[in-house]
Nanobody, 125 residues
Framework: VQLQASGGGSVQAGASLRLSCAASRRSFRPYGMGWFRQVPGKEREFVGSTRWSTGTTYYADSVKGRFTISRDNAKNTFYLQMNSLKREDTAVYYC???????????????????WGQGTLVTVSS
């Protein structure tokens, strides 16, 4: 499956953005979907994830209460709504998908099977 991430941009602190991750596969039914972010020189950082079957979501403490993951089954797309953005949210954001729950650990990027290309979010004060 190919994932296409989009929606990044440059915004002022306090603004909102919505990132999208569109999957190319029909009948898109992964086990888990997640968002990560990365800044130069650092490892990919967990932002949030959701389990397809239950809709259960998990968020990093740094974004809890500000970011929300949702999905549109008809469009094979899931989203990351980011509100009250802060300078420290500046990063390249990646979406990932895990086909199986056998080895999936939401916060561990190595347990995802497919990745989008990344979309840059820049927050200025």
């Amino acid at each position: 499956v190919q994932l296409q991430a989009s929606g990044g941009g440059s915004v002022q602190a306090g603004a909102s953005l919505r990132l999208s991750c569109a999957a190319s596969r029909r009948s898109f039914r992964p086990y888990g979907m997640g968002w990560f972010r990365q800044v130069p020189g650092k490892e990919r950082e967990f932002v949030g994830s959701t389990r397809w079957s239950t809709g259960t979501t998990y968020y990093a403490d740094s974004v809890k209460g500000r970011f929300t993951i949702s999905r549109d089954n008809a469009k094979n797309t899931f989203y990351l709504q980011m509100n009250s953005l802060k300078r420290e949210d500046t990063a390249v954001y990646y979406c990932g998908v895990a086909d199986s729950g056998l080895n999936w650990i939401a916060a561990y990027p190595a347990t995802y099977d497919y990745w989008g290309q990344g979309t840059l979010v820049t927050v200025s004060s």
